[in-house]
C-alpha cells in the first residue's frame, strides 16, 4: 500500500525533537507538581473478594452497590469469570486499628446485598483492609520493575543491533511512557494496577515497533551502496510505514472496542493503551530513529565483523 512512498521523516526531525521535549517537560512537572491520582490499588482501603456459582456481570454488581450507597467502589474481575474483587475507600470515621475489624464487616454486608439480588450462590472469599503501606510499596514495585524492563532491553538491543540503537530504543520507551504517565497526571485520570499492567504492555508494544523499524535501517544500511544514513534511515521508515500503520490501527480498534463496552473497571487500561500506541508509533519513527541520527551512526557500525584467519577462498 506505501511500497512506493517517499515521504522525508527526518526533514523535521529537529521539530519533532522540541515538541517531544516539550511535552516531557509538561509531564514531568504535572507529575512533580499534581503526582498521579492514584485509585483503591495504591491508597489505604477495603478489599473484598467474592466467588460466584455462575458468570458474574460486572456491570451489574457495580449498579447494585452504586444504587445501595457504594457510590466509591470498584468492582473488577479477578481469577475467573466468576470472580470479583471489590475496592472500597477507607472509612475515615474508623480507628486505624479498627479497620480490619470494618473491613470483615464490610465485606459481610456487601456480600448479603449482593445475594439478595442474585440467583446465584455467592461465596465470601476474604475481607481485608489494604493500608497504604502495601500500596506504596506496590508503587515503588511497579516503578523498579519498569526501570529493570528498560535496563534488559538496552542490553538486548545492543547486543542484537550496536549500542546507539539501544539508546534509541530506551530514549523512545522512557519517552512514552513518561507523556503517558503525564497525561493521567493533567486530566486526574485514576491510575490503578490495571494501568500499570498497561505501561509494562506499552512497552512490549513499542519495543515491537521500535526493532522492527531498526532491522530495516540495519539491513539498508548493509545492502545500499550509497546514500547519506539520513537518507537510508527515511528510506527504512518509508518501507515499514505500511506494517506501522496497519498494525497501530488494528490495535486502537481493539483498544476502543474495549474502552467503550468493557465497563469501567477496563476503561484506565484501554486509555494508557490507546495513549501508548499513538505515542510508540510516533517514537519509533521520530525518537529512536532520530537519537541514532544524533549519534552519528555509521555503515561502519553495522558491518558484520570479519573473523581472523576466516576462510577467504571465495575472495574475489
Known amino acids: 500500500m506505501f511500497e512506493d512512498t517517499a515521504i522525508d521523516f527526518m526533514g523535521i526531525r529537529r521539530m519533532a525533537a522540541i515538541i517531544s521535549a516539550v511535552f516531557v517537560v509538561v509531564s514531568l512537572l504535572s507529575l512533580a507538581i499534581n503526582s498521579l491520582e492514584f485509585g483503591l490499588d495504591f491508597t489505604s482501603g477495603t478489599s473484598v473478594?467474592?466467588?460466584?456459582?455462575?458468570?458474574?456481570?460486572?456491570?451489574?454488581?457495580?449498579?447494585?452497590?452504586?444504587?445501595?450507597?457504594?457510590?466509591?467502589?470498584?468492582?473488577?474481575?479477578?481469577?475467573?469469570?466468576?470472580?470479583?474483587?471489590?475496592?472500597?475507600?477507607?472509612?475515615?470515621?474508623?480507628?486505624?486499628?479498627?479497620?480490619?475489624?470494618?473491613?470483615?464487616?464490610?465485606?459481610?454486608?456487601?456480600?448479603?446485598?449482593?445475594?439478595?439480588?442474585?440467583?446465584?450462590?455467592?461465596?465470601?472469599?476474604?475481607?481485608?483492609?489494604?493500608?497504604?503501606?502495601?500500596?506504596?510499596?506496590?508503587?515503588?514495585?511497579?516503578?523498579?520493575?519498569?526501570?529493570?524492563?528498560?535496563?534488559?532491553?538496552?542490553?538486548?538491543?545492543?547486543?542484537?543491533?550496536?549500542?546507539?540503537?539501544?539508546?534509541?530504543?530506551?530514549?523512545?520507551?522512557?519517552?512514552?511512557?513518561?507523556?503517558?504517565?503525564?497525561?493521567?497526571?493533567?486530566?486526574?485520570?485514576?491510575?490503578?494496577l490495571n494501568t500499570l499492567a498497561a505501561l509494562l504492555a506499552i512497552i512490549g508494544y513499542s519495543l515491537n515497533d521500535t526493532i522492527v523499524v531498526s532491522d530495516r535501517i540495519r539491513e539498508n544500511f548493509r545492502r545500499m551502496r550509497s546514500g547519506s544514513p539520513l537518507e537510508m534511515v527515511n528510506k527504512s521508515l518509508n518501507q515499514t510505514l505500511s506494517r506501522t500503520l496497519i498494525t497501530s490501527l488494528t490495535t486502537l480498534l481493539v483498544l476502543f472496542s474495549i474502552l467503550l463496552i468493557g465497563g469501567e473497571s477496563t476503561q484506565g487500561f484501554a486509555i494508557a493503551l490507546i495513549i501508548g500506541v499513538v505515542i510508540g508509533t510516533y517514537s519509533s519513527i521520530y525518537i529512536a530513529s532520530n537519537v541514532i541520527l544524533y549519534m552519528n551512526v555509521t555503515r561502519e557500525d553495522l558491518m558484520t565483523p570479519v573473523k581472523e584467519g576466516g576462510d577467504l577462498s571465495d575472495t574475489p
Do not use: C, W
Request: glycine letters at 10%; a negative charge; zero cysteines.
Open 49 to 192: 473478594r467474592l466467588s460466584y456459582s455462575e458468570t458474574v456481570d460486572v456491570s451489574n454488581v457495580n449498579q447494585v452497590l452504586q444504587g445501595n450507597g457504594y457510590e466509591d467502589s470498584v468492582v473488577v474481575s479477578f481469577g475467573s469469570d466468576r470472580d470479583i474483587r471489590i475496592l472500597l475507600p477507607v472509612n475515615e470515621d474508623v480507628a486505624i486499628e479498627d479497620q480490619a475489624t470494618q473491613a470483615v464487616e464490610v465485606g459481610e454486608s456487601i456480600s448479603a446485598l449482593l445475594q439478595s439480588e442474585s440467583s446465584s450462590e455467592i461465596t465470601l472469599l476474604g475481607s481485608d483492609y489494604v493500608s497504604a503501606k502495601v500500596g506504596q510499596e506496590l508503587a515503588e514495585q511497579g516503578g523498579l520493575g519498569m526501570l529493570v524492563a528498560l535496563g534488559i532491553i538496552m542490553v538486548y538491543i545492543a547486543v542484537r543491533f550496536q549500542f546507539k540503537f539501544s539508546v534509541g530504543a530506551v530514549t523512545a520507551l522512557a519517552h512514552d511512557l513518561i507523556i503517558t504517565l503525564g497525561i493521567f497526571s493533567i486530566f486526574g485520570i485514576e491510575f490503578n
